[in-house]
């Protein structure tokens, strides 16, 4: 109907949204409007993240997951919250994924659908992770482990 412009807008991260009513056909970019009044309300009334709460055991599946892992010489580490394992760079969560049935797959970040693979040495001991084209390994450019895509010639 000419006279007004309307928009709906959710930050589904953050559970929060807002709807924009204008009396305007033009003029107005209402996404900006949204994207605006969501920033605004965050700025004012921040999101509490869900209190942290210990597990209390780790699966045996994932123990070795764990801990600091390298991609190249950057840093990720790897913790179990709640029934997903969380890969984080420098504090922020760059990977999820889902534990069950013997697997672990992602569930966010770039990894999403990708199965991460525990590679075990001879002793039973882990030389690495891979999931994708990605070797995680628990030193920086670990010698031991293998190149995505081999060696060139």
């Not at 900006?32 to 004012?44: I, M, T």
């Not at 040495?121 to 882990?126: F, I, L, P, W, Y």
Request: charged fraction near 20%; proline fraction near 7%; charge should be negative.
């Amino acid at each position: 109907m000419p006279g007004f412009m309307a928009i709906c807008a959710v930050d589904r991260a953050r559970g929060t949204g807002c709807v924009g009513l204008t009396n305007a056909t033009a003029g107005i970019a209402t996404i900006d409007l949204a994207r605006e009044l969501l920033a605004e309300l965050e700025r004012n009334e921040p999101t509490v993240p869900a209190p942290w709460t210990p597990n209390t055991d780790v699966p045996d599946e994932i123990a070795d997951l764990l801990g600091v892992w390298h991609w190249g010489n950057t840093a990720f580490v790897l913790t179990l919250e709640s029934d997903e394992v969380v890969a984080r760079r420098d504090g922020v969560v760059k990977w999820r994924f889902a534990v069950g049935d013997g697997r672990v797959v992602g569930t966010g970040g770039y990894l999403a659908g990708e199965e991460l693979h525990v590679v075990r040495r001879a002793d039973g001991t882990v030389g690495h992770l891979e999931a994708a084209t990605f070797i995680l390994t628990r030193q920086p450019y670990d010698p031991e482990a293998p190149i995505p895509g081999g060696l060139p010639g």
